[in-house]
């Protein structure tokens, strides 16, 4: 009897060993490296990254800068989401005021990062780049304004970027047009391409709120003072009342009397299609987009030049719309995501970042003649030596206003209201959000 109840605590004693084998004997919230091999005694840690380029070449540079640091730390697993533009939009503000923030993330600059760090759950970075001068060194300074709120810097920016109108050299030679420096310039040219047959002399892919904003910016800039412009931005203090936005969201109208009715039904990579095939004379594009110019055996032969000036505006006349974006912590994010972000905007990562993907950063070594083109090295020094930079209105104002602003010049562009009517909606949130 005594040998069969020795045989089954025998028995118990085998299985609950093999149970505490199967549960790893550690702490379950830990995940493990999906790379395997040996960790070095050191705690298994998951990064959560979040970025908004699901799509081709970035999402492969992220995938493979992710797994190249993974194999340099053993210990750690870089868990990567990513979702497109306005989608992100809505994801990371969900997430930051959850309590699933992404150690690091992807992030515009100005109010849309004033409104992440409005949260109280983003890292300040002061601490980095007073400890690591050599690596804060090679960050563009200029373009940390854009991340800098009450004197404290909550990013590292990545990329830098312009706004300009894209022509095509060739149909201006054929038409014999010349270069628009004004506003009214602008108009002739475009009523000479009309009557010379094109549908949209400057198509547009208006089914895109954020690409009408792109329009507002430097519209406003040169319309309204920027005293006025400085003090309307700031949710604190906005009324927008100023006639400036009257007189350009009517130019934004005329403007739009030339894009044809084909850019109230196409998105933004149309239009650069069409006008990359010669359908449409002239576009309005980033200078990061440049890349796609220069593909294909048969490349568009284009210029491009800044929104123009317009007489008698009564604000800033030569400014470039523009701003960087950059990465920022959760207050969280464990060293290793530090580390991580360290690695993305080192010199040679950020080289590879330029070459890969044809942007232009803010990583001082990263645009050079073996990773950018004679053309995106040239609106480089554009953006470097711009007079003034102002961030894309969307990012420059808070987001209740500038879905207004978005979403009246859509309905604008087909006559279903007035520039008074979006002003009055204007006025009257901006109103509520004092």
């Not at 540079?61 to 730390?73: L, R, S």
């Not at 990371?92 to 992404?102: C, E, T």
């Given at each position: 009897m005594k040998t069969r109840f020795k045989s089954i605590a025998a028995l118990l004693l085998a299985f609950l060993l093999v149970l505490t084998a199967c549960g790893g004997g550690g702490d379950t919230g830990k995940t493990s490296d999906s790379q395997g091999g040996d960790q070095g005694g050191k705690e298994q840690v998951e990064i959560y990254f979040f970025h908004r380029w699901p799509n081709e070449p970035k999402k492969?540079?992220?995938?493979?800068?992710?797994?190249?640091?993974?194999?340099?730390?053993p210990n750690v697993k870089i868990?990567?989401?990513?979702?497109?533009?306005?989608?992100?939009?809505?994801?990371?503000?969900?997430?930051?005021?959850?309590?699933?923030?992404?150690d690091l993330f992807v992030s515009w600059s100005d109010s849309f990062a004033n409104n992440l760090v409005n949260s109280g759950k983003v890292r300040e970075l002061d601490d980095l780049y007073s400890e690591d001068t050599e690596w804060a060194s090679k960050i563009m300074e200029s373009q940390k304004k854009g991340f800098t709120f009450d004197d404290k810097c909550y990013g590292v920016p990545l990329t830098v970027d312009g706004?300009?109108?894209?022509?095509?050299?060739?149909?201006?030679?054929?038409?014999?047009?010349?270069?628009?420096?004004?506003?009214?310039e602008l108009i002739q040219v475009l009523k000479k391409l009309k009557d010379a047959g094109y549908e949209q002399p400057l198509v547009c892919g208006l089914t895109e709120p954020w690409v009408i904003s792109h329009y507002m910016g430097p519209i406003f800039d040169r319309m309204v003072p920027k005293e006025v412009r400085d003090k309307d931005y700031n949710i604190k203090t906005g009324e927008f009342t100023d006639p400036g936005y009257v007189e350009g969201l009517k130019m934004f109208k005329e403007l739009t009397t030339y894009m044809g009715e084909i850019s109230n039904s196409i998105d933004h990579e149309t239009s650069r299609n069409m006008f990359m095939n010669g359908e449409s004379p002239i576009v309005f594009l980033q200078l990061a987009e440049i890349r796609y110019l220069e593909k294909g055996d048969n490349p568009v032969n284009y210029g491009y030049f800044n929104f123009p000036e317009v007489k008698g505006g009564k604000g800033d006349q030569h400014t470039l719309e523009g701003a960087p974006e950059g990465y920022m912590l959760s207050k969280d994010a464990p060293k290793e995501a530090i580390e991580f972000l360290k690695f993305l905007t080192s010199p040679d990562q950020a080289a590879k970042f330029t070459k890969d993907s044809g942007e232009l950063t803010a990583i001082e070594g990263g645009v050079t003649e073996e990773t950018a083109s004679a053309a995106s090295r040239e609106a480089y020094e554009?953006?470097?030596?711009?007079?003034?930079?102002?961030?894309?209105?969307?990012?420059?104002?808070?987001?209740?206003?500038?879905?207004i602003f978005m979403r009246g010049g859509q309905s604008l562009a087909i006559d279903q209201t007035t520039p008074e009517e979006i002003m009055k909606n204007v006025q009257e949130e901006a109103a509520k959000l004092r």
């Open positions: 492969t540079y992220f995938d493979t800068m992710a797994k190249e640091f993974m194999e340099k730390n868990r990567i989401e990513s979702v497109i533009n306005d989608s992100y939009k809505e994801k990371i503000g969900v997430l930051v005021s959850s309590n699933d923030i992404p706004k300009s109108f894209f022509y095509n050299k060739d149909i201006f030679a054929k038409e014999g047009l010349q270069v628009p420096t004004t506003y009214d554009l953006i470097k030596s711009a007079e003034s930079i102002t961030p894309w209105f969307d990012n420059a104002v808070d987001i209740k206003i500038g879905d």
